[in-house]
């Protein structure tokens, strides 16, 4: 069974209205060819989500958080249903950044993602380990609990993407050897097959951490990495869309 993949970039808290010009630029240049072997979205801070959503290409949209209400008493959040209204068709939960600057706990997230499907919006459930499970030889294991802990039952491969971000490589520069990125995929991908049977082969899982043009191929290329949930190189149209070309062989 072949997964398409998906590149989506994270612009976290960057992007003043000047910005719309490298989305523009993403869409112009997101061509037949590049659109048949790869999916490309970007979610961009709240401010822009509307504007970026309303240019016409093929370039999707998403959003970086979600309260998990639909609505009420909530000062400064925003519900899946108004992101979705505003264009978004996908919500991360789980950033490593919320879970740490937040404190967001697993079981939250989980609420989260169950808020974006209820919104008509698919779930992108980050997990990760930090530096130091990594080097007490718990990357597995931390990964696995949260994987367990933040998706919903009724997650699927339609309503529900996992991206794997060690969070000691995010916008450090530095990178788990293919190897690292190979061993814990495949424990993501064993932990879904045995929870959702089959429907655990279909899910996409993103890998995410420094990725960029010059190592994209290499990453890209290991089984059970469906695609990339892109940081700082995707603010550029010229590097985001060299990580995508790396699909083109």
């Known amino acids: 069974m072949s997964i398409k993949p998906l590149v989506a970039g994270n612009w ?3 992007g003043l209205t000047s910005a719309k010009a490298e989305f523009e630029a993403m869409q112009s240049q997101y061509d037949g060819g590049l659109q048949g072997v790869v999916d490309l979205m970007i979610c961009p801070p709240a401010t822009l989500l509307g504007s970026l959503a309303s240019t016409s290409g093929a370039v999707a949209v998403g959003a970086q958080d979600c309260h998990a209400n639909e609505s009420g008493a909530h000062t400064g959040d925003l519900s899946p249903e108004i992101l979705v209204d505003s264009g978004a068709s996908a919500i991360i939960v789980g950033h490593s950044e919320r879970r740490a600057d937040h404190g967001e706990t697993s079981e939250l997230v989980r609420s989260k993602a169950q808020a974006a499907n209820r919104a008509g919006a698919t779930a992108i459930i980050c997990v990760g380990e930090t530096k130091d499970e990594r080097e007490a030889g718990k990357a597995e294991e931390v990964v696995i609990g949260q994987l367990s802990a933040s998706v919903p039952d ?3 491969a ?3 993407i996992i991206a794997y971000e060690p969070v000691w490589a995010i916008g450090t520069g530095l990178t788990p050897t293919a190897d690292d990125v190979r061993q814990i995929h495949a424990a993501i991908r064993n932990a879904l097959t045995e929870r959702f049977g ?3 082969a279909e899910f996409k899982i993103l890998y995410g ?3 960029k043009p010059a190592n994209a191929s290499e990453l890209m290329g290991v089984e ?4 990339a949930l892109v940081g700082g190189a995707s603010l550029k149209a010229d590097d985001f869309l060299g990580i995508a070309k790396s699909y083109l062989g």
């Open 224 to 227: 059970n990495v469906n695609g």
């Open 198 to 200: 089959n429907g655990g």
């Open 158 to 160: 339609q309503n529900a």
């Open 154 to 156: 009724s997650a699927n």
């Open 12 to 14: 976290k808290m960057n």
């Open 209 to 211: 951490g420094s990725v």
